[in-house]
């Protein structure tokens, strides 16, 4: 009996022990209250700053058909991606962008929807790659587009917006610059090299990582698309990879061996028009013009950009662009369009290097402290009262002292306190407290809900 006894506490530990060796998988996040408030303060800021251009939610699901991305992007991005075939037989994969399904949802009622369309999302992506610094294999990301749209306004619009956002986190210039780039203008220019229009996305997938690589290897990935003329040709993309003023653009663009200056001129007038809408919001200390931004994914086709950190590791934290063709491309019916995305994890990263994640990020309206019997029964009716008007409410589930109880209220950041004790209860009152700036006031105990309400939506203090 005694062993059998021994067997069974063994294989209790035993499955204990393997119950906490279980671990979550490698570049996925577990969200414990602290790490779920933060990521809910995110979600709120971009909330907030998108409700201000007019846009709207939307939301899709989280595994689609394997289809949706290989049309758009091709088979060699399989190996990115968590796919399967599921019991229907079906290839399926988990969305590794929200993009290719937005197009899906506007192509299935396109001539109902109204222009322009402007959408955003806040949702949980998955990419199987190896998981470092600021790069996870599941992680929240932000996007909006705007649909129905041609010409620059627009792309004024999203950039703005993106903008908008990076400052409503608090960051400055100094913190963040936004680079602005042209596809069109590198298609126009790599044809006038003579290269082959299936091989134009690679060439620009070789520039897109100059900046990464040494001269050298750049100069031998383009070889086998230029031969001898290799030399040449790298010497002026570093010319023009160099440009920072659309003066200095237009000057270049006149230099340069191209053939179709008739769209070049029609492409620069659009950039004319760009930069000048962005300067008359304001925006210029925010951005400047690098081509060195070319966007490595195949489907873009006009103004990209990219924003990144300046005062660090020059981290990438959000890009986007034009995609003009993709909508007809997965749908078979044409609509312009353009956005952009922003991931949270290097956002987060970013937020705290820079102190800008706020001390409390779920704060707490109102803590209520009570003293004696009677006085916690007249507050717990109080507290009823004030959560059914949406009053976040807490208090001591168990009585306990004033200390622990104002420890207890500034651990959960509460924003004031509510004093209940037997001299307040006899004189009618309650006691407000501002936590924060330490000051109180006896509150006639019938007006407690209006006076309330007015210090929480109105920020009302008695003088």
Request: aromatic share 12%.
């Amino acid at each position: 009996m005694q062993d059998l006894f021994v067997s069974l506490s063994e294989r209790v530990l035993l499955h204990q022990y393997a119950y906490f060796m279980i671990q979550s998988l490698p570049g996925f996040r577990e969200f414990y209250p602290a790490e779920c408030s933060l990521r809910n303060h995110i979600f709120r800021v971009w909330r907030g700053a998108v409700a201000a251009y007019g846009f709207v939610e939307y939301d899709t699901p989280l595994l689609e058909p394997l289809e949706l991305f290989t049309e758009k992007s091709g088979d060699e991005i399989v190996s990115q991606l968590f796919n399967f075939e599921d019991k229907g037989g079906r290839a399926v994969a988990l969305r590794p962008e929200m993009t290719p399904s937005l197009v899906r949802l506007v192509g299935a009622r396109v001539n109902s929807l109204r222009r322009p369309i402007k959408w955003f999302s806040i949702g949980e992506q998955f990419r199987f790659e190896r998981p470092q610094k600021g790069r996870l294999r599941s992680f929240y990301q932000f996007n909006a587009d705007i649909l129905g749209v041609e010409g620059p306004g627009a792309d004024a619009e999203a950039i703005a917006l993106l903008i908008h956002i990076l400052c409503a986190f608090g960051f400055k210039a100094e913190d963040f610059q936004l680079r602005l780039s042209d596809r069109d203008l590198w298609m126009y220019y790599l044809e006038a090299w003579s290269i082959a229009e299936e091989d134009r996305i690679a060439v620009l997938g070789i520039i897109d990582k100059m900046a990464r690589r040494d001269r050298e290897e750049t100069a031998k990935n383009l070889k086998p698309f230029l031969a001898d003329a290799v030399d040449d040709f790298l010497s002026e993309v570093e010319g023009l990879v160099a440009i920072r003023s659309l003066a200095e653009l237009e000057a270049f663009m006149q230099k340069a061996r191209l053939q179709k200056r008739d769209l070049i001129e029609e492409r620069l007038a659009t950039w004319r028009e760009l930069l000048a809408t962005l300067s008359a919001m304001g925006l210029d200390p925010y951005f400047h013009i690098d081509l060195s931004i070319v966007r490595g994914l195949a489907y873009y086709t006009g103004f990209v950009f990219e924003a990144f950190e300046v005062s660090g590791e020059s981290r990438a934290l959000a890009g986007g662009g034009r995609y003009d063709t993709l909508m007809e491309k997965i749908t078979g019916q044409a609509l312009p369009a353009l956005g952009f995305a922003m991931g949270d994890v290097t956002l987060i990263d970013l937020l705290s290097e820079k102190g800008l994640l706020p001390k409390y990020v779920e704060a707490l309206d109102v803590y209520v402290v009570t003293s004696g019997e009677e006085p916690r029964n007249a507050a717990l009716k109080d507290i009823a009262a004030l959560r059914a008007q949406g009053v976040q409410v807490e208090y001591a589930l168990k009585p306990a002292g004033f200390n622990k109880q104002f420890k207890q209220a500034d651990q959960l950041g509460a924003r004031y306190a509510l004093i209940y004790g037997e001299e307040e209860l006899a004189r009618g009152e309650v006691t407000i407290r501002d936590c924060s700036k330490k000051a109180s006031f006896a509150c006639p105990h019938k007006d407690l809900g209006n006076v309330l309400k007015a210090i929480l939506e109105e920020g009302y203090w008695p003088e």
